[in-house]
């Protein structure tokens, strides 16, 4: 039998609105949908963007485990591709839904590494989505880089000491995954003379969104999740 076509779809930030085109046909055309959720009790927010495009398909719902134990890590994506293949091996063809762009900082990548020695490469296909960075800096018209800059775009480390190199050697520092590292992140900020340089901005494209220059008053405030810190060497 002839193997349908597994599509990785990047939904963006969270705004239905952010959808591309491209995004939006290939939920419209596929057989089946793949949205993946951290808890069984938890609507999956996925879906949720996608809701009026769906319509009466079928819809499968995978949870993952919420740990960083990465041997139940595996065991989960293995599982979760060992389904997709099914489906496509059948001739369906197959979407699986991720948040922001498929390839930057997702797990949809642990995915797609099962599923490439699984299926032939001819019927994979990634579709990209707007970042949260780069949704952030449009909503408050805060430009990423011009002429020659450099961007890094990085996880916040454990040790925040290591920023400090990577502060000065980019122009411009994304900075994923704050967490609850914000409070030491604005310190070493402030400690370079930073902190006036940069945009902060958490839920971006859903309905918390929430954005400010003002890195000092968030001291205490605990809006370190979902969230992302733009930071330029100057303005």
Partial sequence: MKPGNFYGIGLGPGDPELLTMKAIHTIQRVDCIY????DVKEDSLALEIVKDHVKEKR???????????KSVLNTAWLKAAEEIHTEVSKGY????LTLGDPLTF???IYLLRYLSTMLPDHVIHTIPGITSYNAAACMANYPLLTGDERLAVIPVPRDITELRPILEA???????????????????LEEMRLSDNALFASYIGQKDAFLTCDLVSLKGSGRG??????VKRTK
């Fill in 170 to 188: 980019f122009d411009t520092v994304v900075m994923m995954k704050v967490a609850k590292k914000l409070d030491e992140v604005i310190q070493l």
């Fill in 93 to 96: 063809d197959v979407a699986y």
């Fill in 225 to 230: 999740y979902m969230s992302v810190l733009i």
């Fill in 35 to 38: 949205v993946p959720k951290p």
């Fill in 59 to 69: 819809v499968i719902e995978q949870v993952y485990p919420m740990t960083k134990d």
């Fill in 106 to 108: 997702s797990t949809y």
